[in-house]
């Protein structure tokens, strides 16, 4: 069976930082793009970052440039997003998902094709 389990949310004030975490378990995803998206109350979920199966490519959306940083340890089938100088508009649940291919940008794909964690909550205070 196979999981992805994200961690590392919580409540920061503006400004802030935090470190989320995603471990995936049942199979393998060296082969496969990994990434974060995010959804917030009323809003349908959206792609924040992505990194290819080597880690050579990674994309952000234009809101979190500069700010987030998406790495992957693909011994330990893990994807991280560091992410700084956070603001209140970036509250939201952020998912986890291991894609089915090696990278693509077409991110609204990957709703039907990848592998999805259960999501962890960010709060971010004014």
């Known amino acids: 069976q196979v999981q992805l389990v994200e961690s590392g949310g919580g409540l920061v004030q503006a400004g802030g930082s935090l470190r989320l975490s995603c471990v995936a378990s049942g199979r393998t995803f060296s082969n496969s793009a990994m990434g974060w998206f995010r959804q917030a109350p009323g809003q349908e979920r959206e792609f924040v970052a992505g990194?290819?199966?080597?880690?050579?490519?990674?994309d952000y959306a234009d809101s979190v440039k500069g700010r987030f940083t998406v790495s992957r340890d693909r011994a330990k089938n893990t994807v991280f997003l560091q992410m700084n100088s956070l603001n209140t508009e970036d509250t939201a649940v952020y998912y986890c998902?291991?894609?089915?291919?090696?990278?693509?940008?077409?991110?609204?794909?990957?709703?039907?094709?990848?592998?999805w964690g259960q999501g962890t909550q960010v709060t971010v205070s004014s």
């Open positions: 990194i290819s199966w080597r880690g050579g490519i990674t």
């Open positions: 998902a291991a894609d089915a291919l090696p990278f693509r940008y077409d991110y609204a794909k990957w709703e039907t094709t990848a592998y």
